[in-house]
T-cell receptor
Framework: NAGVTQTPKFQVLKTGQSMTLQCAQD?????MSWYRQDPGMGLRLIHY???????DQGEVPNGYNVSRSTTEDFPLRLLSAAPSQTSVYFC???????????????FGPGTRLTVL | AQSVTQLDSQVPVFEEAPVELRCNYS??????LFWYVQYPNQGLQLLLK??????LVESINGFEAEFNKSQTSFHLRKPSVHISDTAEYFC???????????FGTGTRLLVSP
């Protein structure tokens, strides 16, 4: 298994440009999430999905859109990039445990985004 | 809502010395607790987790953490660190019933010879 993969690894955008960060997992996980990592702030949840066709907002959703048309893919769209969105973005996936509760999340390698 | 506090942003230690990385959390509901490690320029990897049962949990590389409900803590310890343990360590909590990991701000462990 490749696990969780993310593309691209690095990206530079100009203010106002749009782009999509790709995330895919081959573990048949139901849950997928997007986080951003900023110095001194840890990781913060942007959006998450508990299954195909179902998404919800996390702690910092403004400026980002997501969709989940398949179990495997969970792309993150930046509609109009701003310098405040300069960050490292991580995708993660997991399955509920035998009781239906959340369990270990598996993280991708990250995408480092710079917005000029 | 849940929150996680990692008071130490950086912990310098010498090789073979013991180390403790502190984590305190707050939550009004039952939670699961995790420690993740991030090596330079890599993603996060699970180090250990507490879901239920024994309050002392161990990792395969010698780390351990103890869940203390009364003190709402989940401190990470290792009796003897190696240079290769140099990394950033994140404590995280999630409500048991749904999928929202809340991370602390991280502690950078710096192991020197």
């Amino acid at each position: 298994n490749a696990g969780v993969t993310q593309t691209p690894k690095f990206q530079v955008l100009k203010t106002g440009q749009s782009m999509t960060l790709q995330c895919a997992q081959d573990m048949n996980h139901e849950y997928m999430s997007w986080y951003r990592q900023d110095p001194g702030m840890g990781l913060r949840l942007i959006h998450y999905s508990v299954g195909a066709g179902i998404t919800d907002q996390g702690e910092v959703p403004n400026g980002y859109n997501v969709s989940r048309s398949t179990t495997e893919d969970f792309p993150l769209r930046l509609l109009s990039a701003a310098p405040s969105q300069t960050s490292v973005y991580f995708c993660a996936s997991s399955n509920p445990d035998y009781s239906g509760n959340t369990d270990t999340q598996y993280f991708g390698p990250g995408t480092r985004l710079t917005v000029l | 809502a849940q929150s996680v506090t990692q008071l130490d942003s950086q912990v310098p230690v010498f090789e073979e010395a013991p180390v403790e990385l502190r984590c305190n959390y707050s939550s009004s509901v039952s939670v699961y607790l995790f420690w993740y490690v991030q090596y330079p320029n890599q993603g996060l990897q699970l180090l250990l987790k507490y879901l239920s049962g024994s309050t002392l949990v161990e990792s395969i590389n010698g780390f351990e953490a103890e869940f203390n409900k009364s003190q709402t803590s989940f401190h990470l310890r290792k009796p003897s660190v190696h240079i290769s343990d140099t990394a950033e360590y994140f404590c995280a909590v999630t409500p048991r019933s749904f999928q929202k990991l809340v991370f602390g701000t991280g502690t950078r462990l710096l192991v020197s010879p």
